[in-house]
């Protein structure tokens, strides 16, 4: 689906959502049941640096602000970081983190935010928006990757053609939708025949500010060790049987 | 040898922990013996590590109880894998629903970031990480990031460590994004060159992130610097709360006004207004330290 469509169907009433010209995406809606939602992203692909942080942050920082409980949504088409020798001096990582710090602070403020992916995600821009999400969710032709298998190969010094024989039996490194999915990382992928106005409430009655994803990925097998070495963890620090 | 100023760069993790908390104070949980290693190295053909290159406890520093974990840079670059990520985030979800456990967590960051052998986990890891930070820093826990080996902090460990309430860095001590030779790779050499040692220490070293506010504290590359550092930003740590996100945003956004035109660290530092900038690279440590702490914006509360 392209922006317009998802927009549309959203928030078929209308919304005072804007993509800049270097696609940022910044505004408002009312949802399905009359209530405000704030809605940032990145669309058309591109790379988000330091400059493409800051508005994002602050409409995160105003929602929080002003109080009340108006959920974000946040819309990710991104190619990842931007790759330059002058965004890194000036910090990248800390402007990165800043966005996702300041998600994680409206959800603890008690903002259910949802992430959206509808095109790429990948490395840091992924980690600063849609996984600082409380529930993330995905869109059929979304291609959430961590590096492409190209790249592995590259850096592993498998051929391409070992990895993608591995990817048929191993989530935990294979790009794609659904290997996210089971991994837990994606909480669900919507219907796109279907209104999407209704699969969002669905999702916001659904979210909530406790990280279940290591559980959803044991759960689905994709992950089969994260939450139970997590837990162990916990138990050896309190002095409990796990 | 004289341990306590040996060098973290060379160190290994479990030597680290050795040179920064109180003698025998250490307590490993899931240690070696365990065996609790990475089910999906051996896809690859690549040897396991019987801690995967995490290790996590408690312990004390100057006897203020403290949790820890610490990454082994030299096994697969310090990386987050499933089960090295999960190990981080237990040890801070433990501080954060727990009082009686100590309220300070030390993370030895040492990291390449995520491991692409287990690329959605190792994503996955530091996002749990990262909330998991912020939900212990919540709850009071003051979760301190150390960032001074081999591999630095990139990648995904770099937004880790700009996820702590404060960052302690020495001069080897890198911290960024991707890496020149990802940025030389994908962008070629005019963006990037990677061999230009000068420049990548310029760019992402220690020094240049203590000049920007891009880390909190400054130490030489020894044992006892970073004991020393570490305990002195204990003293004051900031909320996680709303003044501080705003504070941080104001603070980052001044940043791209006042230096986002420099083409290079030289620029920015003349913009900070240091007398001598080409100087920065060869002052030693003291002398460094004392010109950072005087930096308007350098030392801040917006982290």
Redesign the interface.
């Known amino acids: 689906m392209t922006l317009d469509e998802i927009l549309k169907s959203l928030f078929p009433t209308g919304h005072n959502v804007t993509v800049s010209q270097d696609g940022l995406i910044t505004g408002t809606a009312l949802r399905k049941t009359g209530g405000p939602i704030a809605v940032i992203g990145v669309a058309n692909g591109v790379a988000l640096g ?2 493409g ?2 508005p994002l ?2 409409a995160v ?1 105003q929602v ?2 002003a109080g009340g409980t108006t959920p974000i949504l946040v819309l990710v088409d991104t190619q990842g ?1 931007l ?4 965004d ?11 966005l ?3 998600l ?2 409206a959800s ?2 008690g903002h259910r935010t949802i992430g959206l992916e509808y095109g790429k995600a990948a ?2 821009a ?3 928006t849609a ?2 999400t409380d529930m993330l969710i995905g869109l059929p032709g979304a291609t959430p ?3 492409d298998l190209p790249s ?1 190969s590259r ?2 010094k ?1 051929p391409v053609k070992t990895l993608e024989e ?1 990817a048929k039996t ?6 794609g939708l659904e ?2 999915e089971q ?3 994606v909480a669900i992928t919507w219907d796109p025949a279907k209104p999407l106005d209704a699969q969002l409430e669905e999702a916001l009655a659904a979210a909530s500010p406790k ?1 279940m ?2 559980q959803l ?1 044991a759960e689905r097998k ?13 138990a ?3 002095g409990t049987p796990a | 040898m004289d341990h306590a100023h040996s060098s973290w760069l060379q160190a290994t993790a479990r030597q680290r922990i050795a040179g920064l908390l109180d003698a025998n104070s250490f307590q490993e ?2 240690g070696p013996a365990a065996r ?1 290693q990475s ?2 190295l051996h ?2 053909d690549l040897p396991s590590a019987f801690d995967d290159g995490v290790i ?1 406890g ?1 312990g004390s520093l100057d006897g203020t109880p403290v ?1 820890l974990a610490a990454q082994e840079g030299q096994f697969m670059g310090g990386t987050f894998g ?2 090295s ?3 981080i ?3 801070l ?2 501080a954060r ?2 009082t ?2 100590p309220r300070v967590v030390l993370l030895l960051l040492d990291s390449g970031g ?1 491991r ?13 990480v ?3 930070v ?2 212990a820093r ?1 709850a009071g826990v003051a979760v301190i990031a150390l960032v001074g080996g081999r591999a630095g ?1 990139f ?2 460990a ?6 702590c309430s404060r960052i302690v860095v020495s001069e080897q001590g890198r ?4 890496g ?1 030779e ?2 030389e790779t ?2 070629g050499v005019e ?2 060159d990677s061999r230009d040692k000068a420049l990548v220490w ?3 070293g220690g020094k ?2 203590r000049l ?3 880390a909190d504290a400054f130490t030489a590359d020894a044992m006892d610097g970073f004991r020393a550092a570490t305990k002195a930003v204990l003293a004051h740590v900031p909320k ?3 003044a501080t ?2 504070a ?2 104001a603070r ?2 001044e ?2 006004t006042r ?2 035109g ?4 030289i620029s ?1 530092w003349t913009i900070l207004g240091i007398d001598h900038p080409e100087a920065i690279s060869a002052m030693d440590n003291d002398a460094f330290i004392a010109l950072a702490n005087g930096i308007k914006g350098a030392s801040h509360d917006a ?1």
């Open positions: 330091t400059a942080v800051l942050a602050e920082l929080v602000a970081q790759m330059a020798r002058r890194e001096m000036l910090g990248l990582n800390e402007y990165l983190a800043h996702a710090k300041c994680l602070l603890q403020e490395a840091g992924f980690l600063a996984l600082a990757t961590v590096m592995v850096v592993t498998l591995l191993t989530s935990v490194f294979a790009p290997h996210m991994m837990g990382a990280d994803r290591d990925g994709g992950r089969t060790m994260a939450a139970m070495v997590a837990k162990r963890v916990i050896e620090a309190t | 949980f899931i609790v089910p999906h896809l690859f996590v408690r949790l499933e089960v990520g999960a190990k985030v237990g040890i979800r433990a629903d727990h009686d456990l995520v692409l052998q287990e690329a959605n986990a190792g994503e996955l890891a530091v996002a749990e990262m909330r998991a912020t939900e919540r902090a990648g995904g770099g937004l880790t460590a700009a996820t911290i960024s994004v991707s020149p990802v940025i994908n962008k963006e990037f310029s760019v992402s240049n992130r920007i506010g891009g996680f709360d709303l996100l705003q941080e945003q980052l956004a940043r791209q230096l986002g420099c083409e290079d660290a920015m982290r």
